[in-house]
């Protein structure tokens, strides 16, 4: 099964230039064509292509499968990128990341549910994009604005410290391999 | 979502994002959370509780330091169990934001009132693992809410009006183990406790007499406005220092009437009743070195001992230099002859008045 992504706009400029596209393949198998500038934005993904030696004429004929990004994350990753592949270099921002004001494309990109935004964190770490961590993050920041204690555990899923030592005691107690 | 078990960098970018009273939040949901604003280390050195404002500030190095949280007393239904098991109680606040300053305040109930900034500074220090010392700004005028505890590390106070019984009172009654600075101009016995602080400086010390000179058991004192002493006086306290066996001065320093020229001390007249002798290069170095509990941020270099005469005192060889200027009175005993990292530290030109001084590394 194929989902395309939505890149109305980028999809005019890349006519216009470059037209050298990839194809990724999700660890469910789902299958995505992402442009070189966007793709670039991944160092993990340009590594590979790098390694694996993906040139124009052969990159279509030869998807890249990466096995610990689902089709849902996957989607959401190509949308950044190809939304963002022509932004100009921007320093980390992990000194003042408080500072910047998420564009608000990207703001509603990453509306989603809570687990949702723990998987592409988790996806984009593995990925290595930077500007899309830098945004996750900012994201779930946010989310502890006039939040009590008690509201951040719940939001950020922290266990109690009682629950920590029932689950301390749970694996202990457990049989180990042999048992 | 399990914030906990995201990779370390990308806990420093979320945590990069969250204000710092966020951050004591989420330190205080669980020990492991705690862990983890711990690993950040926090960008502050220290606390200090200022009663007057009702605010915990985190300061570093330098500064005067950012307000983290503020407290006060209002009960409301809603309320959560925030501060459990401080010192086998739980203290139930409601929280919100201030609305101009952007920071939390703890409502709790009155009777919580003089236990919730302890409460809440030690959490802190919990949370961030900073320095447990206590460090208390407080406004004396409000003596009634202050904290319950018989010993605070550092204090400073300030007022313009309390009984002057209470006031002594409080000083018979708190323990101050470093540090102490005294704004408010009121009397204090030379027998006080509070003579016998590390580091004491007093910005008001119309009341100070020969006998609190005598009586100064600390290892600095900074006595400012210091009217009431005279060459006399000074004497007095050179020959004490001379004839006794106090190991523990560093230094004093007591400033005189700035209004009063006339009644500058006699450099001449004080000297001439001692064996003193000009700097030597070879006996001890030029500048003298603050003890390291308190120092004084002088617009000039304080310090400087080349123009001061040394006395000595044969008994255990201690080296003492004396200077003299106008209305102003040096004492610095040489326990280290030959200080290294004596640099000059000086008060910066700044266009708003800075800190003028540092106790430990941490302006107050």
Not at chain 1, 3 to 31: F, G
Not at chain 2, 257 to 282: G, Q
């Amino acid at each position: 099964m194929s989902v395309e992504p939505e890149v109305p706009i980028v999809q005019v400029e890349e006519v216009r230039e470059n037209p050298v596209l990839y194809k990724i393949i999700s660890s469910d198998n789902h299958v995505f064509t992402i442009s070189e500038h966007a793709v670039k934005l991944s160092k993990t993904l340009w590594d590979l292509i790098t390694n694996l030696g993906l040139t124009a004429e052969n990159a279509l004929d030869n998807p890249i499968p990466v096995e610990n990004v689902n089709g849902k994350n996957m989607e959401t990753i190509v949308q950044f990128c190809e939304r963002h592949k022509y932004d100009e270099e921007e320093p980390e921002y992990t000194n003042y990341i408080r500072e910047f004001v998420l564009p608000e494309w990207d703001r509603q990109l990453l509306s989603i549910d809570n687990e949702e935004l723990f998987q592409l964190i988790l996806a984009t770490n593995y990925l290595d994009i930077q500007k899309l961590m830098d945004y996750c993050c900012r994201v779930i920041g946010d989310m502890a604005k006039d939040k009590t204690p008690e509201e951040l555990r719940i939001i950020y899923g922290i266990p109690t410290d009682a629950e920590d030592d029932a689950l301390e005691r749970s694996a202990s107690d457990s049989p180990g391999p042999s048992g | 979502m399990e914030l906990l078990k995201l990779p370390y960098l990308v806990h420093l970018k979320i945590l990069s994002c969250l204000e710092p009273f966020e951050h004591f939040f989420l330190g205080l949901c669980s020990k492991k959370s705690a862990l983890l604003i711990r690993r950040i280390r926090p960008n502050f050195d220290a606390t200090t509780i200022d009663l007057g404002q009702y605010t915990i500030k985190t300061q570093n190095k330098g500064t005067r330091g950012d307000d983290l949280i503020m407290w006060t007393t209002y009960y409301h239904p809603k309320t959560i169990d925030l501060l459990t098991g401080y010192n086998g109680r739980t203290i139930r606040c409601r929280i919100t934001l201030h609305p101009k300053r952007k920071i939390p305040i703890l409502w709790c109930r009155e009777k919580h009132l003089k236990s919730l900034p302890i409460a809440i500074n030690s959490a802190i220090c919990d949370v961030f693992n900073t320095s447990s010392e206590i460090r208390i700004m407080a406004d004396m005028g409000k003596l009634t809410e202050f904290p319950e505890v018989d010993s605070v590390d550092n204090l400073l106070e300030y007022c313009g009006s309390v009984d002057q019984i209470e006031y002594q009172n409080f000083f018979d009654r708190i323990n101050i183990r470093n540090c102490a600075r005294l704004s408010s101009g009121f009397l204090v016995k030379s027998n006080a406790h509070v003579f016998s602080v590390n580091h004491l400086n007093c910005c008001n010390s119309k009341w100070l007499t020969r006998d609190h000179l005598l009586n100064f058991k600390g290892q600095s004192a900074l006595f400012q406005r210091a009217t009431q002493i005279k060459n006399d006086d000074l004497i007095a306290f050179i020959e004490n220092w001379l004839a006794g066996s106090n190991t523990k001065l560093q230094s004093l320093m007591v400033k005189g009437d700035v209004f009063r020229p006339d009644l500058s001390y006699d450099k001449d007249k004080i000297l001439k009743n001692f064996e003193t002798v000009p700097w030597n290069p070879e006996v001890r170095e030029r500048r003298f070195k603050y003890p390291p509990g308190m120092t004084y941020l002088s617009r000039t270099d304080v310090m400087d001992c080349a123009f001061g005469v040394d006395i000595l005192r044969e008994r255990d060889n201690l080296l003492a230099t004396i200077l003299i200027d106008s209305n102003k009175f040096r004492f610095f005993v040489w326990h280290d002859r030959f200080p290294k990292d004596n640099n000059p530290i000086m008060r910066s030109a700044a266009r708003h008045m800075p800190p003028c001084y540092v106790i430990g590394s941490i302006f107050f």
